[in-house]
Every structure is written in C-alpha cells, then in structure tokens.
C-alpha cells in the first residue's frame, strides 16, 4: 500500500473549519460561540483539541457554493459526541442541503434507527448509508470519513460510504446525477434545518477534499481513509491532518521568471 504523500493530500484539500491547531479558517463564522475543549487523544496518536458545541444554538457556516460539487468527493469529521445511542433526538454533524431543490449531503445521529447516518439528498431524494449496531459512550472520539461518487465509481462500486474510525460501516451502490453543481447555502457545522437538531459535542478538522484528485495521482480508496484516519504521510512517517498538509509549489511563477530572464539576456539587457 501506498502513503499518500503530504503535497497531494494538500493539493486534495478544498476547503477545512480549522486551517491550523485551535485556528478557524477565515472563510467560516462560528454563532452563538462555540469553544475551543479540552485535549482529546485522535486516531492518529496527537492530542488536540476540538471545537465544543452546546446541542442548542451554536453552528459555524461556509458557503461551499463555488467549493464542492455533488458528483464526487470526501469528507472528513473528527467527532466527541456528549451522548450514546440513547440520545432522545437526532443530532447533526453537518449539513449542507440547498432549499431550492432539496438537494445536498448531511451527516448525522439519526435517532429513528438510534446510528449514524451519511445522506445524500438529490431533488427530494436520499441516498442513504446507515450504520446499525455501533456502540459507542458519551464523549467518545469518533472518527468519520464519507466518500462518495455519483455514478458508483467508489473502488468497491458504491456510490456513498462511511467510514467509522478507519474501517467502513455503511454504503450503498445507489448512484445519482448531481452534475457538478453544489449547495448554494454553503454548509452549516453542528446545526441542521428545522427543527434546528444541533450536534452536540466536539468537532474537528471539518474538511472537505477532492476524491478524484487523490484517485488521479493513483490512490485506491484504502490508501486514502488511512492517510485521513492515521495521518500518516509519505517516507518520513509525519502524522499530520489535512488541514496542515503542505500542498504541492506553485511552479508557474518560476517559470515566468525564467523565460523574462531570458528574453531580457536575448536584448543585453542583464
């Protein structure tokens, strides 16, 4: 197997809540504010903190709009639920259905089957991968990947999955036509629509990646949940989230550089 290395997980990286360490990215806003809790021991070995929400009114929103297509891509949420699967009501992860059409993704405790839940919606419709039987305590990390690809085009041949702590618990094989189009009222984290559901517990990292850009450099699905749940990149073995991962340089500069340098020698002018 495969590392996938630190600059294509960077290049993957769309948009994240955090852009570092007890940082919020600038193009999310936090209401009702939410607080950054105690430490909490990830997957991959560091202890961080997460973003706390109360369960009542307090969200962080992006506008996604020009980000994040339906047809395909990934999402990644480290959670600290303060409840178990008792929960007397459903609680959102996170939300991003667009109004207009009904369309978009969610993920959830959906307490109507007392599990977790990935959805995607299209024109009214849902795709949904529920997971059955998970156990888990009250303040628990959890961590959950959800890819997805519209036409079956995951390595399995499913469409949507969701991964719990880096091995897969639900999916389904049911496709979709989204097109490339994504919610135009960007996404809410911790909050849902009416009846306002909000998560509550931690959040972190919150990102949102491209699926077939790591695919495109040759990662099967495996490589890339452990790269997300372990956070191991490349030869050095570093452990890094996403949102910290260096992307690939930009190299147009360089070579714009280059060829005025040239011309520039061409008419004795260096």
Known sequence: MAAVTEAHLGDALITSYQDGLESVRANFTDFNTPVWETASLMGNGRTEKMRNYDGSSMYSQVDISSLVSLASGIIHIIIKPNFDPTFGTSSYI???????????????????????????WINGSAVQAQTA????????????????????????????????????????????????????????????RNPHLYFSGGEFAGSYLSYSSLTGNGYTDAEIITALFTNTLGP??????????????????????????KRLLARGLM
Do not use: C
Request: glycine fraction near 8%; hydrophobic fraction near 40%.
């Open 133 to 192: 039987g998970e156990s888990w305590s009250a303040n628990d990390v959890i961590d959950m990947i959800v890819l997805y690809q519209e036409s079956g085009g995951l390595d399995s041949g499913n469409s949507l999955e969701l991964y719990i702590d880096g091995v897969l618990a639900a999916s389904s094989n049911t496709g979709w036509t989204a097109g490339v189009y994504a919610p135009s009222n960007g996404t809410n984290h911790a909050a849902s």
């Open 94 to 120: 996170m939300d991003a259905l667009r109004t207009s059409d009904n369309s978009g993704i969610r993920m959830l405790f959906s307490q109507s089957i007392d599990d977790w839940e990935a959805a995607m």
């Open 236 to 261: 050095a073995a570093a452990h890094l989230f996403e949102f910290e991962a260096t992307p690939t340089p930009a190299v147009t500069p360089i070579v714009q550089n280059r060829n005025i340098k």
